[in-house]
Nanobody
């Protein structure tokens, strides 16, 4: 059992920045992938970024160069630094935990946070 708690969402103007945090607890494995997914109204949930225990990352093309995923293994926490935010970034952002390292056919783990709302609007 893994629990994930997201924080840091909010309202920001286009071009602004936010940093999301996700704290994991419970039955955690040293080898794992943590990631961020998002779901906008009427849209399917999509991958935003992934990071393994060793720091290997993967980003959706739509956020490359703007978002940075990082983690603090000692704190079991993953972060998503979001810069140059656009209205199309508006979504509920979900943290995910998977006790494996991602591959080209990576599927998210079964552990999800409750989500945090990010709204980018002028």
């Amino acid at each position: 059992q893994v629990q994930l708690v997201e924080s840091g969402g909010g309202l920001v103007q286009p071009g602004g920045s936010l940093r999301l945090s996700c704290a994991a607890s419970g039955n955690l494995f040293s080898i794992n992938t943590m990631g961020w997914y998002r779901q906008a109204p009427g849209k399917q949930r999509e991958l935003v970024a992934l990071i393994t225990d060793g720091g290997m990352t993967n980003y959706a093309d739509s956020v490359k160069g703007r978002f940075t995923i990082s983690r603090d293994n000692a704190r079991n926490t993953v972060y998503l630094q979001m810069n140059s935010l656009k209205p199309e970034d508006t979504a509920v952002y979900y943290c995910n935990y998977n006790p494996s390292r991602f591959t080209s056919n990576y599927t998210p783990g079964v552990y999800w946070g409750q989500g945090t709302q990010v709204t980018v609007s002028s």
